[in-house]
Nanobody, 125 residues
Framework: VQLQASGGGLVQAGGSLRLSCAAS?????????VAWFRQAPGNAREFVAL????????LYADSVKGRFTISRDNAKRMAYLQMNSLNPEDTAVYYC??????????????????WGPGTQVTVSS
């Protein structure tokens, strides 16, 4: 599986964006947990959200809970991140990845792989 995030852009505070993550390759996408991470300049990459293959597990970072929604369409081999009520603190490069290692620390990026190029989200005040 290879992943490609898209859909970023410049938006005003309070606005919305929908990011897409396209999976290519022969591996079974529907069995994989997909996650979104983001990285702001000078900061470490941080966990945003994840969704299991069948959707029975969904987790969000506290900073985005209630504003962001993760979803997926396994038939299309796509994952999405709907981002509402954006604020300047959400400015970052956003990445999608699949989970390769399972520990209790789901938010740590060492557990994820197949990082594709990110997509820039910039929120102006």
């Amino acid at each position: 599986v290879q992943l490609q995030a898209s859909g970023g852009g410049l938006v005003q505070a309070g606005g919305s964006l929908r990011l897409s993550c396209a999976a290519s390759g022969r591996s079974t996408f529907s069995s994989k947990t997909v996650a979104w991470f983001r990285q702001a300049p000078g900061n470490a990459r941080e966990f945003v959200a994840l969704m299991s293959g069948n959707g029975d597990q969904i987790l969000y970072a506290d900073s985005v809970k209630g504003r962001f929604t993760i979803s997926r369409d396994n038939a299309k081999r796509m994952a999405y991140l709907q981002m509402n009520s954006l604020n300047p603190e959400d400015t970052a490069v956003y990445y999608c990845a699949v989970r390769l290692v399972w520990t209790s620390s789901y938010y740590e990026d060492f557990q994820y792989g197949l990082w594709g190029p990110g997509t820039q989200v910039t929120v102006s005040s």
